[in-house]
């Protein structure tokens, strides 16, 4: 996508209207979300693709939705993974952390077993208002087929109301999901999405 008018903004709003065919208040709470920031401080480049991306997701009949991301990490690829994606949907992005840091040692002893046997271990209280999100995306990796202790954890705090996707990391990126939407779901929660992420690829 080109624009040939990148100095362009809010004050140009009834022309952007047309041109991308958004009521005007579509774009006025568009742009607060996804700036958090009034009409006034989006501008140029920025304002342009997020109204290209409102106008594609309009076709295809989807909702924008107020998103938050929400993972764990130890090692590094899923923080990566979370970080694009928030970028990307232009959602919050908050970390889970345990409340006992581990090393590379406790990952795997008492880690694995934790992971396998579906334990919460402690987190630290979650910096997110969560009943405020439409949609949470809760990414973490896998450990031993399974996912980390701490996914565990955040899992069971999620709001009803919200649409949640999992998204889980791991060396091999197949099939791991599953186990842990069973259980979101078991808890109630709608489960939209399972997408399993090979870490090489971040
Ligand atoms: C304790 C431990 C167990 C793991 N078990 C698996 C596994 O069973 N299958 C797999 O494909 N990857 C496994 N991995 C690899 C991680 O899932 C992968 O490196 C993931 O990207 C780590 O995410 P992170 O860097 O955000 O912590 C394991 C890693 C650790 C540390």
Same mark, same amino acid.
């Given at each position: 996508m080109s624009h040939e008018m990148p100095e362009k903004n809010a004050t140009d709003i009834v022309a952007l209207s047309k041109e991308f065919s958004l009521d005007i208040d579509d774009i006025r709470n568009a742009v607060v979300k996804y700036f958090r920031a009034p009409l006034e401080n989006a501008q140029g480049g920025n304002l342009l693709i997020t109204l290209e991306k409102i106008k594609e997701q309009r076709k295809k009949g989807t909702m924008i939705m107020k998103e938050l991301i929400l993972y764990y990490s130890f090692g590094g690829a899923t923080r990566r993974y979370a970080e694009a994606r928030a970028q990307e949907d232009g959602a919050e992005l908050v970390e889970i952390k345990e409340v006992t840091k581990r090393n590379g040692f406790t990952a795997w002893i008492p880690g694995v077993f934790q992971a396998m046997g579906h334990t919460k271990t402690a987190i630290e209280p979650i910096e997110a208002d969560l009943d405020a999100y439409e949609k949470i995306v809760v990414a973490g990796p896998i450990w031993a087929g399974n996912a980390a202790p701490a996914v565990n954890s955040a899992a069971a705090l999620l709001p009803k109301t919200a649409k949640i996707e999992l998204v889980l990391v791991s060396g091999?990126?197949? #099939?791991? #999901?599953e186990k842990l939407a069973a259980a979101v779901r078991a808890n109630g929660n709608e489960v939209t999405e399972v997408v399993n992420v090979g870490a090489k690829k971040n």
């Open positions: 091999s990126g197949t #099939g791991y #999901g």
